[in-house]
């Protein structure tokens, strides 16, 4: 049996398609007799107007494993972009999750016993965009998910990275702000 998995965290930032497709997903893993479970029960009992917590789901009653929460960092309140992320990026993370098993940064054998939370943005110009490419849109959000999990799983970046490139990293939104680009 694999070790113990109480609280682990990763991200991912994929973009490079059309405008909106971008996807940047948080995620918290661990054991659901642990304190991940209590958060993902109370989240799930917890709603909220505009931030709906939903599970992950290949389609609309078949759910992932290890069990997935969605947790929208936009506020939601367009039905239209309820639509595509319950539909599209959910059945996006959900493949992220079982491509993460496959690639064995979910071990197998805890499918059963592992919860995860996934904070996920999408960009609400999908809401107005009429040629909005779902697959694309698909494809990064699954391909981010597999990245923040295999993240997670691996604690990656370690510590002795981090301190090593720490002044040799600006954060995009800081460059840009120096740039006076924002």
């Given amino acids: 049996m694999s070790e113990r998995i109480i609280f682990r965290t990763g991200e991912a930032l994929i973009a490079g398609g059309p ?16 304190p991940v479970g209590i958060a993902l ?5 917890n709603q909220a107007k505009g931030h709906s917590k939903v599970f992950a789901l290949l389609n609309t009653d ?3 494993r290890p069990v997935t929460l969605m947790v929208s ?14 539909g599209t990026v959910q059945a996006a993370i959900a493949n992220g999750v079982l ?11 805890k499918a059963n016993d592992l919860g995860i939370i996934c904070s ?6 999908v809401a107005t965009d009429d040629n909005l490419d779902h697959q694309i849109l698909f494809d990064i959000h699954r391909k981010a998910m597999a990245q923040a999990i295999h993240k997670a799983m691996n604690n990656t970046p370690n510590i002795d990275w981090l301190l090593e ?7 995009k939104y800081f460059q840009m702000g120096l740039d006076g680009k924002i």
Avoid at 41 to 45: E, F, K, P
Avoid at 99 to 109: L, N, Q, T, Y
């Fill in 99 to 109: 491509d993460a098993v496959r690639a064995g940064d979910i071990p197998k054998e």
């Fill in 165 to 171: 490139n720490q002044d040799k990293i600006i954060h």
């Fill in 62 to 64: 078949i759910q992932v």
């Fill in 41 to 45: 029960a109370t989240l799930t009992g």
């Fill in 19 to 34: 405008a909106g497709t971008a996807a940047e997903p948080e995620v918290i893993i661990g054991e659901l007799d642990g």
């Fill in 120 to 125: 996920v943005w999408l960009n609400p110009s």
């Fill in 73 to 86: 960092k936009v506020t939601v309140n367009n039905s239209r972009y309820t639509n595509i992320l319950m």
